[in-house]
């Protein structure tokens, strides 16, 4: 399956992001003074998404993008996927990091990131991908998978903001981190969370958008899965405890959100 590609910002937009990425994941994994302003516990877990940044996400956003470029629409979608996982990242990046050198060029990759998401949406054929996947695709399975994991996510979350606001207390995630709030939380509440269970409702109708949205999250979820199991090990081994059940099961998940997308791309109809 292929797409248009005049006037469209997805080449230079990706090397553009992929350099700066690059410059705040070294800068995060090799220079101390990066997270010299964080709490252990939040400079821990800077410095494994850092590392998945510099070693999954910036060749995965090179491949996709050029692919994308040339006229592939998985992997249009594949990059996609990844502008969605850097959006929320550097959200956290660009608000929730301490002032420091690189400041700047975290707004400027969130940025960069937005708009060359908007810009290169007009280039997905929705239409096109919904006709391709429709008859084969794992529609219900990716819907359900998106319900449930969109339920027991923002359960987690609530959990832990309504007790503390039960009991007059801050929680200890934003006690860990020395933030206002929980940005995670907020990413999750106000976009993530709301959007899978968008997507998921679009697919279950069988609407084009919902066929589209699909392999962008499961893109997304998948790369995410990887970034927590990173960040739990690399947590672990700084010494706030190895919790290797749930370090499992983020692996678990990476690995059926990566099957998952694989098997969608695979549905297409030959003719696509």
Same mark, same amino acid.
């Given at each position: 399956?292929?797409?248009?590609?005049?006037?469209?910002p997805?080449?230079?937009?990706?090397?553009?992001?992929?350099?700066?990425?690059?410059?705040?994941?070294?800068?995060?994994?090799?220079?101390?003074?990066?997270?010299a302003?964080?709490?252990?516990?939040?400079?821990?877990?800077?410095?494994?998404?850092?590392?998945?940044?510099?070693?999954?996400i910036?060749?995965?956003?090179?491949?996709?993008?050029?692919? *994308?470029?040339? *006229?592939?629409?998985?992997?249009?979608?594949?990059?996609?996927?990844?502008?969605?996982?850097?959006?929320?990242?550097?959200v956290?990046?660009?608000?929730?990091?301490?002032?420091?050198?690189?400041?700047?060029?975290?707004?400027?990759?969130?940025?960069?990131?937005?708009?060359?998401?908007? =810009?290169?949406?007009?280039f997905?054929?929705a *239409?096109?991908?919904?006709?391709?996947?429709?008859?084969?695709?794992?529609?219900?399975?990716?819907a359900?998978?998106f319900?449930? %994991?969109?339920?027991?996510?923002?359960?987690?979350?609530?959990?832990?903001? %309504?007790?503390a606001?039960?009991? !007059?207390? /801050?929680?200890?995630?934003?006690?860990?981190?020395?933030?206002?709030?929980?940005?995670?939380h907020?990413?999750?509440?106000?976009?993530?969370?709301? $959007?899978?269970?968008?997507?998921?409702?679009?697919?279950?109708?069988?609407?084009?958008?919902?066929y589209?949205?699909?392999?962008? =999250?499961?893109?997304? %979820? $998948?790369?995410?899965?990887?970034?927590?199991?990173?960040?739990?090990?690399?947590? !672990?081994?700084?010494?706030?405890?190895?919790?290797?059940?749930?370090? /499992?099961?983020?692996?678990?998940?990476?690995?059926?959100?990566?099957?998952?997308?694989?098997?969608?791309?695979?549905?297409?109809?030959? $003719?696509?």
């Amino acid at each position: 399956m292929t797409s248009e590609r005049n006037h469209d910002p997805i080449l230079w937009s990706t090397i553009a992001i992929a350099l700066l990425i690059a410059v705040t994941a070294v800068a995060g994994i090799f220079w101390p003074a990066t997270y010299a302003r964080e709490t252990a516990y939040t400079r821990a877990g800077a410095v494994a998404s850092d590392m998945v940044d510099l070693f999954l996400i910036v060749p995965v956003l090179l491949i996709s993008g050029i692919r *994308g470029y040339r *006229g592939s629409v998985p992997a249009r979608l594949v990059w996609l996927g990844a502008q969605g996982y850097l959006l929320y990242n550097f959200v956290i990046y660009a608000f929730g990091v301490h002032f420091n050198a690189f400041f700047l060029v975290y707004s400027a990759t969130l940025g960069l990131c937005f708009y060359a998401t908007v =810009f290169s949406l007009r280039f997905i054929p929705a *239409g096109q991908i919904a006709q391709a996947y429709r008859p084969r695709a794992p529609r219900k399975t990716i819907a359900i998978l998106f319900f449930l %994991l969109a339920l027991s996510t923002a359960a987690f979350d609530l959990r832990e903001d %309504l007790s503390a606001i039960l009991s !007059g207390r /801050v929680p200890q995630s934003i006690a860990d981190t020395n933030e206002p709030v929980n940005f995670v939380h907020v990413l999750d509440l106000v976009f993530l969370l709301p $959007a899978l269970c968008i997507s998921a409702t679009l697919l279950w109708r069988r609407r084009a958008a919902g066929y589209a949205l699909a392999p962008v =999250f499961l893109a997304l %979820l $998948a790369i995410m899965s990887v970034e927590l199991a990173t960040i739990v090990t690399v947590m !672990g081994r700084a010494g706030f405890g190895l919790n290797v059940p749930m370090i /499992v099961s983020f692996v678990v998940l990476a690995v059926v959100f990566t099957v998952l997308l694989r098997f969608y791309f695979s549905s297409a109809k030959p $003719a696509a």
